[in-house]
């Protein structure tokens, strides 16, 4: 089954929708992205995270490779539904691809995974993860403990 989600919806179909607005200044390669309410130049670490902001001109090849791993975890079955679609939402938010909003993108996206792989959407916890508290900071664990390569974490929040 050859799935390519990102492609499906035409995610980088224009620049415009990407940086938001109207035409005028775009960012340059070492612009700032932000995470979780805070600036992150290129090269800096995520607050939320352990990843490493990636240079601009490196989002496509990013992009590229994820969507190849995926496809290829759900090919060979790698792993279950649920841990591609949640591996799948961990490498995108570490892509970061935009100037904010990374983790709901990233959480519609593997809900859109998921339910192509046949599986019921994610709960995500079952609450507004944009506000500050409780539920966020079990969700930037989680995240961290992707990071170091222990998916369990997120796993469980996910299906929380």
Known sequence: MHVNVLLDLKIFAARDHLWGGPPGPRPTPTSARSCCGYSCPVGQTLPSANS???PIYEIP???RQLLAD???WIEYKAYPPDEIAVRFHH???QIHPFPNGNGRHAR???DLLIMRLGMERFSWGRENLRNAGALRKRYIA???AADQHDIRP???FARS
């Open 142 to 144: 989680a995240l961290q």
């Open 91 to 93: 490498r995108l938010v």
């Open 154 to 156: 997120l796993l469980a």
């Open 70 to 72: 995926t496809n290829a």
């Open 108 to 110: 519609l996206m593997a």
């Open 52 to 54: 490493t902001i990636i």
């Open 61 to 63: 090849t990013a992009l």
